[in-house]
């Protein structure tokens, strides 16, 4: 378990494209789990710790869109 680990964390350090490492990590299995639910399940907590999952986590948490404004606003019949 802790030479797949030290593969997987190596993994993820290599990859440089943060779309990819996205892609890779909010992918789903046959159940719609994604890589970071089973890692918290797992509690596999070198892989969550890892600084590039940790941007990836904030980015889910902060989120990429902006919600400012209201309802209204957004609408196109506005």
């Given amino acids: 378990m802790e030479k797949t680990m030290e593969m997987a964390i190596e993994f993820i350090s290599c990859i440089d494209d943060e779309n990819y490492l996205n892609s890779i990590m909010l992918e ?3 159940e719609g789990r ?3 639910k089973i890692a918290v ?3 596999l907590l070198n892989l969550i710790q890892a600084p590039k999952v940790q941007a990836i986590i904030k980015g889910i948490y902060f989120s990429h869109y902006e919600q400012s404004g209201n309802f209204m606003r957004m609408s ?3």
């Fill in 28 to 30: 789903r299995d046959f």
């Fill in 41 to 43: 399940d797992l509690e």
């Fill in 76 to 78: 196109t019949c506005y």
């Fill in 34 to 36: 994604d890589v970071l």
